[in-house]
Each structure stands twice: as C-alpha cells, then as structure tokens.
C-alpha cells in the first residue's frame, strides 16, 4: 500500500482535494479528527492540556474549548511548538496503527493522511509521497476571513503563525493549486490520484 500526505496551509482546499481523493478510492484519514479524539476528556493529552494551560481552556461540558485554545496557540509561537511536541507524536502512532490494520486487512491500495503540519513536525520522510496543497495569498486571506469570520489581520496572523509555502514546495512530490475554480482543482487532483496509482504499481515492484 502507498502511504502518502496531503499537506499545505491554513484554508489552502486540502480538504476539496481529500474529499477527491476519497471518491477516487483512497483510504483518507483526519489527523485533526485524530487530535479531537486524542483531547477528549479524562485522556493523557486532555490532562496534561489542562494541567498546562488550566480549567480555562474547558467548557461547560469539560471538553477542550478549541476556539480558545486555537487563540493562545496562533499568538504564542512557545505554547504552539509546546502543543505539537505533545500531540503529534500520538497522531502518528495513531497513523500508524491505521496503516498496520488497512494492510492485514487488505483493500486500499493508497492511505492519504490529511495534516497541515506533516513537514513542519518532521514527518514527511514516514510517507512515500508528499501533496502539498497552496494557493495565492489573496485567495487563502479570503477563504479564511469567510470561514471564520475574521478580520483580514486576523487571518494574516494565521497564515503568517506557519511555515511559509515556499519551504514546502521543494519537500513535495505533487503540487496542487487551488487558486481556481473548483473544477481546475479537480482536475488536477485527479491527475495527481492517476500519479499516485502509478507509485502505487512502483512500490510493489520494488521501484520505490
């Protein structure tokens, strides 16, 4: 089975080209979903997450207020790296025991991980290929202003709080822009699905 990554910025489309990806046959999996699962309440992560930053972060029904803890973790560098060193780690054990089970089981031929930090934690050399997702600033700046509900600085703070595209790019194998239409965006995910489907016939003859 070929594992790959689809990465890229905050509200950059990974989640269009994930969504491609899984109608086309792909095993896709969450890490956010994964990290939501890990901060449930009474677990290791959800203790330690209070025990460091206190019963402020919790709501009413003591789950992880994600909204507040997303507010201290874009505007202090430190309590982001301290929030990634304690969660992805987990997230690719979490990976792991997904990819162990999809093989004994067998009928995926490609896993997709979809997590926007897979370079910036140092993962990307676990997979055997890279998607990164990008767009141009404008595009990125609007999207996330309509799907938070944020000024332009806000959003701007955001995007600025992660690695720049320009980093990424050469650590990727596939490249998909979605500054266009949802209908360029499709097209070359599924260019990007007959690429990986390839990669898929090399690893199995040991090219790869």
């Known amino acids: 089975m070929l594992v790959a990554a689809l990465t890229g910025g905050i509200a950059t489309g990974k989640s269009v080209v994930a ?25 290791e992560i959800w203790k330690e997450l209070v025990r ?26 430190a309590e982001r790296n301290y929030l990634n060193r304690l969660t992805h780690p987990r997230i690719l054990e979490k990976v792991q025991q997904t990819i162990q ?29 890279i998607i990164l997702t990008h767009c141009q600033l404008e595009v990125q700046v ?7 509900g944020i000024s332009r600085e806000q959003a701007l ?3 600025r709080s992660q690695e720049a595209t320009e980093k990424k790019i050469p650590l990727a194998h596939y490249l998909i822009d979605t500054s266009g239409s949802l209908e360029e965006t499709v097209e070359q995910t599924e260019q990007v699905y007959l690429n990986l489907y390839q990669d898929v ?7 790869l």
């Open 19 to 43: 969504r491609i990806l899984g109608e086309k046959g792909c095993y896709v999996q969450n890490a956010d979903l994964i990290s939501r699962e890990l901060m449930l309440p009474g677990g």
């Open 52 to 77: 460091h930053f206190g019963q402020s972060i919790l709501r009413d029904d003591r789950e992880i207020d994600r909204k507040k803890l997303s507010g201290i973790i874009f505007r202090d560098e």
């Open 101 to 129: 089970e999809l093989e004994r089981q067998g009928g995926y031929d490609i896993y997709v991980t979809e997590a926007a930090l897979v370079i910036e934690a140092g993962f990307h050399h676990f997979y055997d290929r």
């Open 142 to 148: 609007e999207r996330l202003c309509r799907r938070d």
């Open 157 to 159: 703070e955001k995007i």
């Open 201 to 207: 016939l090399l690893k199995k003859s040991g090219l």
